[in-house]
């Protein structure tokens, strides 16, 4: 293992921490992750996604999927836990291609949080808190510190608030391409807002055909580092969006009961640690943050 590497995992292991500590002190309370459910995020429709399909497992006669992302078990449980967090492990089996967007991974851990009857504007003020107050947790741990100065670099100082855009005007500045360019030009992260997506992001009432989810991208050409939204949650309206999604009902059976049962209004986001943890440490593919390699399309070792 090269020095860089031992550094990049000591970096990561201190944000997990952190990012932990974070969550815990405002509040939340940390689920443990399932990784096999009767239904996981569809992942789409979404031009930004590639998986080439979900896998299925059959166990004791049962169908199980594994998880794309624990978005739907999330709006499960945040009706007991209104505020709650995981640290959810995905896998998600994208094209080879995407090896060279340099920040994807068919394996993968993300930092998945939902809160009962949150906005928008709440989960993207939690998040830029937590930015600034991880740049000044890395920069006061001796660990991070050490390993910092082994790679040569500085933790990146995050100076919310950050930039605000709806994607229509940055496909309107950037082009169809926008989250590579505009990720270019920007030396903070920046949020980009109204995405159409999977039929668990709330559409605007009041503006129809606008949605009421957020990416947040990181600048210097890293790209996405969170995405997530607030959510549907009426029976009616998910199998309303369901059904224009061409989605099979049968998949979603176990879900659309507890939403027939009743869901509670949330919001939330997930952000991938890898994909932190390389902008962090500045690496050049998000692979490189990796003990174990999960980049698409290259040879696995173990
Ligand atoms: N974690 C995301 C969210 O909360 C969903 C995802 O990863 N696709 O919306």
Redesign the pocket.
Known sequence: MTKELTARLEIGSTIVRHAIDYFHDNGFVQLMPVMLGKST?P?GPDPGSSILKTPEVEYLGAKFYTM????LH?QLAVRELPKLFIL?P?IRLERAERRETKRHLFEFT?L???MARAKKDDVMKLVEVFMSYLSGALKGDDTARAAFRALGKEPFEFKPPFKVYTTHELEERYGGDWEAEASKAHDQPFWALCHKR?F??KEDEAHPGHYL?YDLIYPMGYGEAL???EREFEYGRLAERMGADKLSMDVYRAYLDEAKKGLVASA???FGIERLTRFMTQAEHVGDVQMFRRVPGEQVVM
């Open positions: 995020d992942l794309n992302s624990m978005i999330k959810s995905n993300q998945d949080f939902e999977e668990y992001e989810n995405s997530g939204g939330g986001a997930g």
